[in-house]
């Protein structure tokens, strides 16, 4: 995450205080989390309203393969057998495909946000850059009634985070 997002405490400063909208500071947070023996993988969450809402990382994509059956064997007895075919599925399953991401791809596309247009992020095939885009300020009342016409086409757990924009705005659902 380094070399990615700098330090934690400044990434999350940006995305809560600098970048988000007005109307959500406050009820939009971000936390990291790292496990010793975890070999540098993060847990990255977002809470809304202090209530967790997205977690982002390798367990929960593992988790998602497994209830939606991408894995042939979901009764896992060690570790080998849980992690069984992962990297095939990462590679087989497109995020667009996909209701759970990476740690590394939360910080891939928190990078892509970072470094393109705000216009370039809400109409993003990636998911994650469009949840970015949707909390922030520079999204404006014509580009906020454009998000609500869209909102329907968006993933289930997307809906949620446009929603939110949207409600905290004061726009009609």
Request: proline share 1%; hydrophobic share 35%.
């Amino acid at each position: 995450m380094g070399k990615i997002l700098g330090s934690w405490s400044g990434m999350r400063k940006y995305l809560e205080q600098e970048m988000l909208a007005d109307s959500l500071h406050g009820r939009v947070r971000y936390n990291c989390t790292t496990y010793v023996g975890m070999d540098g993988c993060h847990i990255f969450e977002v809470y809304i309203d202090n209530k967790l809402v997205k977690q982002f990382s390798w367990e929960t994509v593992n988790t998602y393969f497994i209830e939606k059956g991408y894995k042939k064997n979901s009764n896992h007895f060690g570790l080998g057998e849980y992690w069984d075919a992962f990297w095939a599925l990462m590679d087989s399953v497109p995020m667009q495909a996909r209701q759970e991401y990476t740690d590394n791809e939360f910080c891939e596309s928190l990078e892509n946000y970072r470094n393109q247009s705000i216009q370039v992020s809400i109409h993003s095939d990636n998911p994650l850059e469009r949840m970015f885009a949707v909390l922030d300020r520079r999204v404006g009342k014509r580009s906020l009634e454009k998000l609500k016409e869209t909102m329907e086409e968006q993933s289930e757990w997307l809906q949620q985070f446009y929603r939110l924009r949207l409600n905290a705005e004061n726009y009609e659902e």
